[in-house]
């Protein structure tokens, strides 16, 4: 019960922290399903497909110079306040890392929320870094600000399809 309390403060101090909600309605056409997740890299933005001509549209940070990657995957696995375990190539650029670090603390980089995508390599999270959303930043993963990462995990389910393109 204490968790679900936890949980339950964590996404309401998300949705009131941040100033202004980043997300927003803009007309989109590409053909996808509604409840797709399109990522555009280049244009660092993230789109949940509402019908066939309007979608959500979110700022994110994607891979930095040569973490970058494209293709079609799926959601498969959601987690409120997750834990995080840095990869063998991060843990070896940042050998100081701990093994774990848990969900909440404020140096976890997973922020509020995590769509871990097939594989397990990557996922669409939140950041304890807002001033990175909006770069190429990350190893490959997707980062959302915390308050609209809250609001994806609500729309989307296992299974949900994820489309990354340049």
């Known amino acids: ?18 100033p202004a909600a980043a997300e927003e ?12 997740v399109v990522v555009k890299t280049g244009e660092r933005r993230l789109y949940y497909v509402l019908d066939a001509a309007r979608a959500l549209r979110y700022p994110v940070g994607v891979g930095r110079s040569g973490k970058q990657w494209s ?32 969900g909440g603390a404020p140096n976890n980089p997973m922020g509020a929320a995590a769509l871990v995508l097939a594989a397990g390599e990557y996922a669409i999270h939140g950041t304890n870094r807002p001033e990175s959303v909006g770069g190429f930043v990350s190893y490959g993963c997707i980062r959302m600000h915390n308050r609209d990462i809250v ?7 296992i299974g949900t399809p994820v489309i990354v393109l340049p």
């Open 1 to 18: 019960m204490r968790r679900i309390a936890t949980l339950y403060l964590l996404v309401v101090a998300c949705l009131f922290a941040v």
């Open 25 to 36: 309605v803009v007309p989109f056409a590409g053909g996808w399903r509604p409840g797709t």
């Open 71 to 102: 293709g079609t995957t799926r959601i498969v696995r959601r987690a409120l306040s997750p834990a995080w375990s840095p990869p063998a190539e991060v843990k070896r650029d940042n050998p100081r890392l701990p093994d774990l670090i848990p």
């Open 151 to 157: 609001r994806l995990y609500s729309r989307v389910r």
